[in-house]
């Protein structure tokens, strides 16, 4: 894996906060980098990066992720002032659909097991976002969802540089 300086536009960003499953995090990143997405990985982690389930997820893509660690979300947030960013959560109202995404946004992602808690949530509820599904159920696996609103950003943008 290498880790690019690179700017915020022309690529879309998911920001995993706290991922726990490795498979989950390799599927993830698979998707972006057949997507030319970048990953950015909020630690603490609930594995180790060189995790062979992590690494068998994401196949022969590792060499193709561009990936950046952080600290803290508030780290994430200082290296980019003017970034967008957009908050997946179960808890929200708005559809992921309902949102004219733009190059640049951040898709941020909470653990599997407690989503992105209520402290980033409530610093951000405008931008926080759903995907639709029944009341009577939790929520969908991580790595669904990631593509799941990913792809929505990539169509309203004309699916750019993916053929």
Not at 65 to 73: A, E, I, N, R
Not at 80 to 103: K, L, N, Q
Request: proline share 4%.
């Amino acid at each position: 894996m290498k880790e690019k300086e690179t700017e915020i536009t022309d690529m879309f960003n998911i920001v995993l906060v706290n991922p726990e499953i490795p498979p989950n995090t390799g599927n993830i990143s698979r998707t972006c980098a057949v997507t030319g997405t970048r990953l950015h990985l909020i630690r603490p982690l609930g594995f180790e990066i060189n995790d062979k389930t992590l690494k068998r997820a994401g196949l022969d893509y590792w060499k193709d992720l561009d990936v950046s660690y952080y600290d803290s979300f508030e780290e994430l947030e200082a290296k980019y002032p003017d970034g967008r960013f957009f908050w997946a959560s179960a808890h929200a109202t708005r559809s992921y659909a309902d949102v004219e995404y733009m190059d640049g946004d951040f898709l941020v992602f909470g653990r599997e097991t407690a989503g992105l808690g209520p402290e980033l949530l409530k610093r951000r509820a405008k931008d926080a976002i759903r995907i639709p599904m029944r009341h009577d159920q939790r929520s969908l696996n991580l790595s669904n969802s990631a593509a799941i609103v990913l792809y929505e950003a990539l169509r309203q943008t004309g699916f750019q540089g993916l053929e």
